[in-house]
C-alpha cells in the first residue's frame, strides 16, 4: 500500500511558477512509477507528467512541456511537479499518482492517488 499526500498549490498570476511535491509513504518511490492528473472544473481528469522508477525517463502531455518538469528524490520518497510560466488554463486540481503498469498516460495504469493540490492562475 501506498499513501500519497500532495502540497505546494497555490493561487499564482499568469507567468509565475509553483512546485508541487508528492511524499509517499508505505513503500519505496523507486518500486514505482509515479506521475501527476490534474482536473479542471467541468474537465475530465488528464495526464499530466510521469516518471520511471529511478527517474530515467519522463514525458509529459504536450500542453506543459517545455513548461513543466517532473523529477524525484528515491531517498526522500517525495516526487516534484516544477512548473513555470502558468497560464490560467492550467488551474485545475492536481492529483499525484503511483503505478507499476507499462503504459502510463490513462487513470487505469496508477493503482495509487492522492487526495489533490489545487492550483489557481489568475490572468
Known amino acids: 500500500q501506498v499513501q500519497l499526500v500532495e502540497s505546494g498549490g497555490g493561487l499564482v498570476q499568469a507567468g509565475g511558477s509553483l512546485r508541487l511535491s508528492c511524499v509517499a509513504s508505505?513503500?519505496?518511490?523507486?518500486?514505482?512509477?509515479m506521475g501527476w492528473f490534474r482536473q479542471a472544473p467541468g474537465k475530465e481528469r488528464e495526464f499530466v507528467a510521469s516518471?520511471?522508477?529511478?527517474?530515467?525517463?519522463?514525458d509529459y502531455t504536450d500542453s506543459v512541456k517545455g513548461r513543466f518538469t517532473i523529477s524525484g528524490d528515491n531517498d526522500k520518497n517525495t516526487v516534484f511537479l516544477v512548473m513555470n510560466s502558468l497560464k490560467p488554463e492550467d488551474t485545475a486540481v492536481y492529483y499525484c499518482?503511483?503505478?507499476?503498469?507499462?503504459?502510463?498516460?490513462?487513470?487505469?495504469?496508477?493503482?495509487?492517488w492522492g487526495q489533490g493540490t489545487q492550483v489557481t492562475v489568475s490572468s
Open positions: 516518471i520511471t522508477r529511478m527517474g530515467a525517463y519522463s
Open positions: 508505505g513503500r519505496t518511490l523507486s518500486t514505482y512509477r
Open positions: 499518482v503511483a503505478g507499476r503498469s507499462v503504459a502510463y498516460r490513462g487513470q487505469k495504469d496508477y493503482d495509487f
